[in-house]
């Protein structure tokens, strides 16, 4: 393959969460700025069942406090700022949480952006599969066209498929035959997989209906190397970098 000929499309994951705090409306703004037209983050429901934008399900790493989400109203929630004070210092301090209904209001405004939309197995084990995708489905229902629900649990996305038709990506655990079985039986619009956790000296990832996407990609050679195996996409937090890095390799 001839360096910058033809690169992989770039997902923001969780925003530009190298730069922002991860999963804020600040980060997800800041790729779309930098021109990535996909952007990724992960949703949670609070103990009032609203749909927020979290990574984990207490917010000891992102709000140095132990609170867990499903225990907390989303009225209070909105009031405890996310700005990852051990990476950020006071930089962020009044940065608060997104609900999922704010990101698809500001996806509206984003022309050209397709979300991918991670539902966290955390929430589908407290609340159960029926209630978290019926108010995730409700939430993304105005913006379906622009919008692929991912997981790792994959009868969740085999509901959402049926349910409302949304495209789907199954986040896959373990790359081996019986997750090549379950991709072929249920043929997702993606899979998602990362990329330190292939088998060593893969030569080609299993083909099919869907597009790859290999997360986890910090620099050029790595998402040279993901496309030679058969990534269309890579996703990275490094945003920036990973973008000048493509527009370097395209003026060589």
Known sequence: ??????????????????????NTLQSL???????IRHIEFDVQLTADKVPVVLHDADLQRVGDRPDVVHDTSWAQLSEMPVGESARFGQRFAYTYPPSLEQVVEALDAWEGVTAY????????????REVVLQRIAQVLQPALDRCVVISFDLPSLRIMRQMIGARIGWVVANYGDKAMNDATSVAPDFLFANVDRLPAGLES??????????????????????????????????????????EESLRQ
């Open 205 to 246: 990832l299993w083909p099919g209906p869907w597009d790859w996407a290999l997360y986890e990609v910090r620099d050029l050679g790595t998402a040279q190397a993901c496309q030679s195996i058969g990534a269309r996409y890579v996703e990275t937090m490094a945003v920036r970098d990973l973008r000048d890095a493509y």
């Open 1 to 22: 393959m001839t360096p910058g000929t033809s690169l992989p499309e770039i997902i923001a994951h969780r925003g530009n969460a190298i730069e922002f705090p991860e």
């Open 29 to 35: 703004a800041s790729a779309v700025e930098l021109g």
């Open 117 to 128: 939309v991670e539902i966290k197995r955390a929430s589908l084990r407290r609340f159960g």
